[in-house]
């Protein structure tokens, strides 16, 4: 069982950053999951923001927002990130990290197996 925790989500305006971290705790080591984030926007579909694999070799982001956010890990830590940069109103969802076993598409929600309770981003015009 692993329980992941958000942070870092807040009030931003636009053309800001934030970081936001995931930590993981339980009965296993964040390097046996390849890990994601997701957001979801109100009124809207969960969707996929960016994925890490394993040990970092494959990173993947959504189109909406290559260019301004970064993925990244620290397996020492157990911990994830999500450095978002030059956010924009769009942006604005509570964001979800996600842990995934397999090595099944990173960009799909239903392919993860440990979900946050999620962390509110809110950008300003």
């Known amino acids: 069982q692993v329980q992941l925790v958000e942070s870092g989500g807040g009030l931003v305006q636009a053309g800001g950053s934030l970081r936001l971290s995931c930590a993981a705790s339980?009965?296993?080591?964040?390097?046996?999951?390849?890990m994601g984030w997701f957001r979801q926007a109100p009124g809207k579909e969960r969707e996929f923001v960016a994925a890490i694999s394993w040990y970092s070799t494959s990173i993947y982001y959504a189109d909406s927002v290559k260019g301004r956010f970064t993925i990244s890990r620290d397996n020492a830590k157990n911990t994830v990130y999500l450095q978002m940069n030059s956010l924009k109103p769009e942006d604005t969802a509570d964001y979800y990290c996600a842990a995934r076993r397999s090595v099944s598409s990173a960009y799909e929600a239903l392919n993860y197996d440990y979900w946050g309770q999620g962390t509110q981003v809110t950008v300003s015009s």
């Open positions: 339980g009965r296993t080591f964040i390097s046996d999951y390849a």
